[in-house]
């Protein structure tokens, strides 16, 4: 009585933070967490074909198949450092047109705090079901209101929009935010070696956009009067995955995944922004993994995930839309103009190690590819998700059979994406690096 007590307290408790929290800014594989739980964080993201906490359904719903009656929490501090860099403009503001101010201009807003709860509970010793709430991705700019000299209009003199900015309406930015509620149920077959696990997904996301009034002009936009303004909209979506796991040796387990496309709402607030009145779903993705147990206390494990950002117009279409001769490639329109990301590979590779005393140490690296074109670059200043190389490391300690502490660290090395301003032939660089730090908690019943 007392534990059933104790699970429930815990899980209405972890549900009311998750939904509290909605996400927040995370991005590494474009706007993808490198991985989920802990335990996968501190491996490079593996765990496609190795799952040891209630968190296996953010990468694999047939991780859970027979787990233990457990419960996770998480809280991670994420902090990205995003930039931009302008040389000289070629023309002035107005005549045909549409030049950033030179110089260096960092982002703010650069400490986060992310938190992550799963709970899973066993049927018998080959079925188990359960609900993970993760942070899916997000992204997030906040640059300042810096005076701004080329917010004049040439012709006139007056001042354009604030007259600060970097597109002349005063601190500019972004911040979009997704929420993911997994729930799973997983069952193994063929005398407990193939797995197999099924998730309905529900999404929620939100979304914010300040500074960009310029891009409201009819020549720009099919709906000036939402594109900006920085009020914040809401979305419901659904989707679903499913995925397998499979002992196809003694110590060799392969895994796969696949995730559909998760259809949102539209954001009506940005039906002046994104592609056809607002339209934003989460891209589908696919992966395929493999775990090999090298010693009885050494695994390695190697995942490659795809993530298909052409699903999603608003994220894929190219900005080269924009002169479109029907008009259709306007921001907002059915060909609207967007970030003009690719779809991604990502490799990820980790090892663990158990130790004396309850220790298990782990290390990894993931390499995933920079979604972003260098034709792109004037509009993802509002989204610089250019990272490539993530090293991560962690362990757990056990406390007796129920209690375990984890705890993992991941470190992306600045890169950047050059290109031209394709307003106004100007050079203009992005950059990003990255640190997290993750703490995460363990009950089993």
Known sequence: MEARFIRRSLVTIAVGLAMGSAGVAHATNGYFAHGYGTKAKGMGGVGMAISQDSYAPGINPAGIAGMETRIDGSLAYFRPERSYEAGQPQMQLGMDSFPVAPGKVDSGSKNFFIPSVGFVQQIDESRSWGVTLLGNGGLNTDYPAFNNPMCVDPGTGETVGTGTGTFCGGATG????QMAIIPTYAQKFADGRVSVGFSP?????????????????????????????????????????IGFQAEVADGVNIGANYRSKVRNGDFDDYSGLFADGGSFDVPSTWGVGIAVDVTPSVTVVADYQRINYSDVDAVSNRFENLFLPDGSGRLGGPNGAGFG???????????????ANDWTWRVGYNRGQNPVRSSEVLF?????????????????????????LSFAAM???KKSVSGTNPLDGQDIEIEMRQYELEIGYAYRF
């Not at 500074?211 to 720009?220: K, R, T, V």
């Not at 990301?341 to 130790?355: H, L, Y």
């Open 341 to 355: 990301w690719r779809d991604i590979n990502i490799f990820k590779v980790g090892a663990q190690f158990e130790t």
């Open 380 to 404: 993802n200043i509002l989204a610089p998700a250019v990272m490539e190389d993530h090293f991560t490391a962690g362990f757990t300690k056990g406390f007796g059979d129920q209690h375990e």
């Open 411 to 413: 470190y992306a090395p």
């Open 201 to 241: 997904i529900i999404s929620y996301q939100r979304f914010s956009a300040k500074g960009i009034d310029a891009f409201g002009d009819p020549d720009f936009s099919v709906d000036g009067s939402n594109i900006s303004g920085d009020r914040t909209d809401s979305t419901w979506g659904y989707g679903a995955q």
């Open 174 to 177: 972004v911040n979009l935010e």
